[in-house]
């Protein structure tokens, strides 16, 4: 039931309950009588896609994930309590894949082909106080358009706002710091009005910033004439004494409230995001926040949300971005779409730094029906929709607009570039531009006029590190001929594979399936054991990174598996170092003991390697300790030690610098040789006079099911879920990693609405109640219509079951 009222001020409604649905092409559906009666009956956001049958048939194919596609129509019949004639009305909706037509009362409003962008429509003219009827179609059986899974349908929120018909345009008010000095914040806001009478009118803008608590700490207001039928702009400053910045470790932030107002009266009222930090890009230094050196540690992060698909509820985002941040990961890049705005909402709330991104193509194709067909009508648009709405993340801090252009050696290339970097200026001054190359150095290399476009802002490599004498030399090359380049990794190396699973030489492994890659880091196939020459790659790089200030940061290649971008039978890429329930690989501890301060100690392989007990084994350590022990079944096998950054002599040539201790290889990761047997393996570090430890056992036959939730309560309504994580067990509590037992979920109170265990090669559906485990791990994520206790069945056969309860409040 809508909540509009009468009142003159903005009003904003959650447009995301009670739709219809069909699946497939209907005739005429548009028509206000037609009947929907036997439609599916749901909520949005929604992703009909992830609720179809992998098949290598279907026709996106692997670039997808062998997800179905095609057609879809949605509908909502809805009245307007306190309906009038002196407002405007108008839908807004985050994002439908793809190719949307929408309609209200059987006329239509327009179509929008790009599934990523924001838009809106004016209901105004069409409006009725009751009986109202809105279609959309969304059409994505054109297929393949993408390189990754997108999801099909409405899979982002709506809304229906009303405001007065002199108004705040939409992502009209523009906040940013312009300056921090004397503890003094000067906060700029940048707004635009648009008169829709055909009366001149004379009125107020106020600006009002308050603090977390709702306490107002700054205001500003200045008189303002506003012509009929235009657009008027008005630019204010405000002054916030004793500012609490925005930063990683305290992300704080403020409201920025604008009125409207006419003769003292307020006739409408956006409220904004404010984060109070400067941002600087030093040609020689790098990044700078709140005037301190930060190095982007960053990740690429796809849209989906693994079981959730594309429809991801906010909490799925939220957990997952926890878990980044716990290994040190400060910054991610939108790869290769402007993201849902939630999901920088989040970003905001929690400390991370992004590179928000718009396109994947221009007007070269990477795919027969991708979105260069619609980019020369629709760039300016969609680049505008994602600037505008985005610029008051204080956690942007870079637009990209752009990933793998093969206009990036092209005639055509330098000019686009040109063209799209001035949108973002226009729009927003005060963050530079970046796209993610690939072709810098190669046999195909960008023009020199491509990079050029980039040379007062940031030139981003995609694997710096892949051509000749970059592997060694990297960025340096061009810092030397280029030295006022500005430079960032926008995609890098990661440390992905398949988590659990090792691909030994000599070994066999009772759990990989067909196609896994190694949970070692592998690059186009080559693996040396444990330790391959990804992995090495990967280190070289970091080390590089870390001694050249210059280097902005680095976006590896992924933070989380993706679905898409696979080969049958899988449905999606392992490269990320969480897979995509969010539990983690042994990538991530890498990551964290070069990206963290806090203390590392994580050994693999597992060991569990039944039959191949008296061959030799590769024990690998990711660790920050100053030096590890290695113990097998109470054996030492010796003590070594890695230093990363190396520390020089201090106060005279025979001094070591405080803190320095002696490595025992130059590489990043340490390893013993050892004589496998089933039993322990332990890894005793030592840092700062501390003594840590880390002990994987064998594990035996699965016994018992563990089920863990990762919040004690949850919130009862859209967006906020539950994640039931279950781990298969022996009898003395250890984790089986070879286990893959078929677990069934039996939840009460609540509904289960998906199933992942990371295992990209099963094909069962997410959306069904039960799911093989994987390397003895498997999720379940839980949503609540009311509130009330939930509990949580786990069962397997021949296992002892485990059973949760919580609570949605």
Not at 482 to 491: A, D, I, S
Request: charged share 25%; net charge negative; glycine share 10%.
């Amino acid at each position: 039931m809508l909540s509009l009222s009468a009142q003159p001020s903005r009003e904003t409604v959650n447009f995301d309950q009670d739709w219809r649905f069909v699946q497939k092409d209907v005739q005429n559906a548009q028509a206000p009588r037609f009947s929907d009666n036997s439609w599916r009956m749901l909520d949005l956001p929604h992703d009909w896609s992830i609720e179809g049958e992998n098949l290598e048939s279907n026709p996106g194919g692997g670039s997808i994930g062998y997800f179905p596609t095609g057609t879809g129509w949605y509908r909502k019949t809805f009245d307007v309590p306190g309906y009038s004639r002196d407002k405007l009305y108008s839908i807004e909706f985050d994002g439908v894949y793809m190719n949307s037509t929408v309609w209200i009362n059987g006329h239509e409003l327009g179509t929008w082909p790009y599934g990523y962008a924001s838009f809106s429509y004016d209901l105004t003219p069409y409006l009725k106080a009751s009986g109202n009827v809105i279609a959309v179609k969304v059409d994505n059986s054109q297929q393949t358009n993408s390189r990754w899974y997108t999801g099909s349908g409405i899979y982002r929120h709506v809304r229906l706002v009303a405001t007065a018909k002199t108004h705040f345009t939409k992502w009209g008010v523009f906040n940013y710091t312009k300056d921090i000095r004397d503890g003094r914040a000067t906060v700029a806001v940048e707004s635009t009005l648009l008169n829709e009478t055909r009366d001149f009118l004379r009125a107020a803008v106020r600006q009002v910033v308050l603090d977390a608590d709702g306490r107002e700490v700054a205001s500003a207001e200045c008189s303002v004439d506003i012509l009929a039928g235009a657009d008027t702009p008005v630019a204010q400053t405000l002054t916030v004494e004793n500012p609490r910045l925005w930063d990683l470790d305290d992300p704080y932030l403020y409201t920025l409230r604008s009125l409207l107002l006419v003769n003292g009266k307020e006739i409408d009222r956006v409220e904004s995001t404010l984060g109070i930090r400067t941002i600087e890009y030093d040609i020689d230094k790098g990044f700078f926040l709140n005037g301190n050196h930060v190095k982007m540690y960053g990740v690429n992060v796809h849209h989906d949300g693994g079981a959730v698909g594309a429809a991801v509820p906010e909490r799925v985002w939220e957990r997952r971005l926890e878990i980044l941040k716990s290994g040190g990961c400060n910054a991610i890049r939108t790869a290769h779409n402007a993201p849902a705005p939630e999901f920088l909402g989040l970003c905001d709330k929690l400390g991370m730094l992004v590179m928000d991104e718009a396109f994947d193509q221009w007007v070269t194709p990477k795919n027969n029906n991708d979105y260069f067909q619609y980019f020369d009508e629709w760039h300016a648009r969609d680049l505008h929709a994602m600037v505008a709405r985005d610029r008051n993340h204080p956690s942007v801090v870079m637009w990209s607009i752009g990933n793998e252009i093969k206009d990036q050696y092209t005639a055509a290339g330098p000019g686009i570039a040109r063209e799209l970097i001035a949108i973002c200026h226009k729009l927003d001054p005060t963050r530079l531009v970046t796209s993610g190359n690939d072709e810098i150095a190669s046999n195909t290399p960008a023009t020199p006029e491509f990079l050029a476009a980039f040379e007062n802002d940031i030139v981003g490599y995609n694997y710096p590190d892949r051509w000749r004498e970059r592997k060694e030399l990297m960025y340096a090359i061009d810092k030397a001929e280029f030295p006022q380049r500005r430079v960032v990794g926008t995609e890098t190396g990661g440390h992905g594979g398949t988590r659990g699973v090792y691909n030994i030489p000599g070994f066999t492994a009772e759990n990989a399936p067909a196609g896994s890659a190694s949970s070692a880091p592998v690059w186009r196939g080559r693996r040396g054991g444990l330790v391959s020459s990804g992995l090495i790659d990967v280190e070289r790089r970091w080390v590089f990174n870390r001694a050249y200030d210059y280097v902005i940061g680095d976006f590896m290649w992924t933070g989380i598996d993706y679905y898409g971008e696979t080969r049958w039978p899988s449905r999606g890429a392992g490269s990320g170092y969480l897979d995509n329930c969010g539990f983690k690989k042994d990538g991530y501890w890498f990551f964290k003991s070069l990206w963290s301060e806090e203390p590392v100690l994580h050994l693999l392989p597992h060991w569990n390697w039944r039959g191949n007990e008296g061959k030799i084994m590769q024990v690998v350590c990711y660790t920050n300790m100053e030096e590890v022990e290695l113990f097998v079944n109470g054996k030492s096998y010796g003590k070594k030690a890695t230093e990363y950054p190396r520390r020089g002599v201090d106060i005279s040539w025979s001094q070591p610098a405080p803190g320095k201790h002696y490595a025992t290889t130059g590489d990043l990761h340490l390893t013993w040789d050892v004589e496998y047997q089933p039993g322990e393996i332990k890894a005793v570090g030592l840092r700062d006079g501390k003594t840590y430890e880390e002990i994987i056992r064998t594990a035996g036959d699965p016994a018992q099911l563990r089920a863990t939730v990762d919040r004690p309560s949850f919130k009862a309504e859209p967006g906020d879920v539950a994640h039931i994580t279950v781990e298969v067990l022996d009898a003395d509590g250890n984790l089986c990693p070879n286990a893959d037992n078929l677990v069934k979920f039996n939840v009460t109170g609540a509904r289960l609405i998906g199933v992942e265990s990371g295992n990209m090669s099963d094909l069962g559906s997410v959306k069904a109640s039960e799911r093989k485990a994987f390397s003895g791990m498997c999720l379940g994520i839980v949503a609540a219509d009311r509130p009330g206790q939930v509990s949580v069945e786990i069962t397997a056969d021949g296992l002892k079951p485990s059973t949760i309860t919580f609570t949605a409040q």
